[in-house]
């Protein structure tokens, strides 16, 4: 199990929360997603087997790149 903790961009509201909240909880092996868009991160709980890179590219692809 993996803890990670990612800074993103354009996280403005709770419906951010939610948009990405059930996205990445729809990735297999993506056990708990806890969002603080007060800080803008995302806190994610996923299995060994998961990538970091495939999360990243869920977050982009929704319009939350990894802040730089």
């Not at 060994?48 to 890179?53: G, L, S, T, Y």
């Amino acid at each position: 199990m993996k803890t990670e903790k990612i800074t993103i961009a354009n996280l403005k509201c709770g419906g951010c929360e939610t948009t990405i909240k059930k996205a990445l909880l729809k990735i297999e092996g993506v056990n708990s997603v806890k969002i603080d868009h007060e800080k803008d991160t995302v806190n994610v709980i996923y299995d060994d087997n998961v990538d970091r890179e495939k999360i990243t590219n869920k977050l982009h692809s929704l319009g939350y790149p990894e802040a730089t």
